[in-house]
């Protein structure tokens, strides 16, 4: 015997989490880019033909509970699965902390849009997530695969950076 | 030199319930989930999942024709519903509630839900293979005690000095108390002389022989007197050389602990024995109890409910082969040490089958405001 139950739609004009690119220049670092004046959705549109490599992450809450919150790492492989990591930045809980800086295993975590961050957002509860990146673009397209090869043979990065944005 | 490249992303929980994030997976992620102004939810203040097993949602892409149904097994919870649909992996689902309200709630901007349907589990319903309830007049005379089932597993009336030693049923003081409570069969001490202890002998089939699955249920009251424990409720035993065959459905008292229990053992006369047993927290003669002794072919159960009505049950493995070659009884063992019943009974039902403890539950609400009160056998 089944109970059946119709759902209701309700278009909200809030979601129920919402994300938005924050100006980072309060904890920029001299030198940086910002990646700036872009809707959080053209971000997600750029990935795959930018890939970001994230040697340090950020996480800023005014709930410090947030803070304590498993983050998980997650990335699809070639058959689709996902393979999942734990990120493990530690606070004390009693010193009621609301930043922090984690600097993940080398080359763990890739922003290539077949991967992401997973974690639990408390109700009513803002927080911000800084990745410091390098970022890889492909706009030279196949040609920068016969740049890299030529390196390769010669021993000389003379392309060193030809394919990366300033 | 390289440089390096910030990317800042602000997150805002609107909602007051804890919400699971995909941040910085793209939109081919299904499970992408900010930004999405589109709720979907279903109401389900009034449904009680405990007795659910499976959760459905209709579910399409935008622009699709045609919901697909996602289906999943749940055990018999709100939380476990809720992972169910997590399974799905699209987007995620969580509850919540508003102006008395409880509902399973996703948000969405890619794919558009449709119903959710829940459906109840139905246990089997298992029928007993031999019924003795006294519940109806005895009538006098008659040698046996008719099976109320449809198989006619009628028991046999017998006395301590051996099988076919039959009284007639007015040698068993029956009771059929006024106020609508089921009467009972009364099975007083005699032990002083014990060939003339009353008891009942089962239909052979219920030696149930190598393993065999079987169950008892049975309402009784125990005169109980530490001096009259050990007392057999059911049991197909004998002794196989030096070891015991067969099974034993057995109360005992501990005097140094002043402890009663509810054992339930499986002889092989090759492996030993395997027994389920539990302390009663509390005991009081001429009390109704219920209780309950099963196996399955694989566990010897045990199971009562004391006389404060607390619910207690246990279980063990049990490998042994059952080679018993001794008939089986209701109300005594037939090995020489005889350890008769002595109380009342006012309830017995045999499956062969393992029930459960389901169904004893169930027998135990049925029958427990019907039995008669305490404290009545003469």
């Not at chain 2, 402890?259 to 024995?273: A, N």
């Not at chain 2, 008769?340 to 389901?358: C, L, N, S």
Request: glycine share 8%; hydrophobic share 35%; net charge negative.
């Amino acid at each position: 015997m089944a109970t059946t139950i119709t759902a209701e739609i309700v278009n909200n004009t809030t979601a129920n989490v919402s994300a938005t690119m924050a100006d980072a220049s309060s904890i920029s670092t001299g030198g940086t880019i910002t990646l700036s004046g872009v809707s959080y959705n053209q971000f997600l549109q750029s990935l795959g033909r930018d890939v970001y490599l994230a040697f340090t992450l950020y996480f800023a809450s005014q709930n410090s509970a947030q803070l304590t919150t498993p983050i998980t790492f997650f990335i699809l492989d070639a058959n689709g699965n996902k393979k999942y990591e734990t990120l493990s930045p530690t606070i004390d809980p009693y010193q009621f902390v609301n930043a922090i800086y984690y600097n993940p295993e080398k080359g763990l975590v890739v922003l290539n849009g077949n991967s992401g961050l997973t974690f639990d957002i408390l109700a009513n509860t803002s927080m911000r997530v800084q990745f410091y990146t390098i970022r890889k673009s492909n706009q030279g397209g196949a040609h920068s695969i016969n740049f890299i090869e030529l390196e390769k043979r010669e021993n000389v990065p003379f392309f060193l950076e030809y394919n990366e944005e300033v | 030199m390289k440089t390096p490249f910030d990317i800042s992303v602000n997150i805002v929980n609107n909602t007051s319930a804890t919400q699971r994030v995909n941040l910085a997976s793209s939109p081919i992620d299904l499970q992408a989930n900010l930004n999405n102004t589109t709720q979907y939810r279903w109401d389900i203040t009034t449904y009680n999942f405990s007795t659910s097993n499976k959760i459905s949602v209709q579910y399409k892409a935008n622009g699709a024709a045609s919901f697909s149904v996602y289906q999943t097994g749940i055990s018999g919870s709100l939380t476990s519903a809720v992972a169910g649909l997590n399974n799905l992996g699209i987007g995620f689902f969580y509850t919540y509630s508003a102006s008395g309200i409880t509902y399973i709630t996703t948000y969405n901007n890619a794919y558009i839900f449709g119903q959710l349907s829940i459906d109840v589990s139905t246990p089997p319903v298992y029928s007993p293979n031999a019924l003795y309830a006294a519940n109806q007049p005895f009538p006098s005379g008659q040698s046996f005690i008719q099976d109320l089932s449809v198989h006619g597993k009628d028991a046999q009336t017998n006395l301590g000095t051996g099988i076919n030693n039959s009284p007639i049923l007015r040698d068993y003081p029956a009771y059929q108390p006024s106020g609508g409570y089921y009467g009972y069969i009364n099975m007083p001490y005699n032990g002083s002389i014990p060939s003339t202890q009353l008891s009942f002998l089962l239909p052979t089939s219920y030696q149930f022989l190598g393993t065999l699955p079987y169950t008892f249920i049975t309402w009784f009251q125990s005169s109980g007197t530490t001096s009259l424990v050990p007392q057999t409720l059911f049991s197909a035993l004998n002794v196989s050389g030096v070891n015991l065959s067969g099974y034993t459905i057995v109360l005992t008292y501990n005097s140094g602990l002043n402890q009663y229990s509810l054992t339930h053992s499986r002889y092989d006369v090759v492996t030993g024995v395997n027994s389920a047993s539990v302390t009663l927290g509390s005991f009081t003669p001429n009390t109704w109890l219920c209780a309950i002794g099963g196996y399955d072919g694989t566990n010897v159960y045990i199971g009562i409910y004391d006389s404060a009505g607390s619910y207690l049950t246990n279980q063990n493995p049990s490998i042994a082969t059952n080679t018993t070659t001794a008939s089986p009884f209701w109300g005594r063992d037939s090995l020489p040490s005889e350890s008769f019943f002595t109380g009342a009974f006012g309830y017995v039902a045999i499956y062969t089958a393992w029930t459960g403890f389901a169904t004893f539950q169930n027998t135990y609400f049925q029958y427990k405001n019907l039995m008669p009160p305490t404290g009545i056998i003469p």
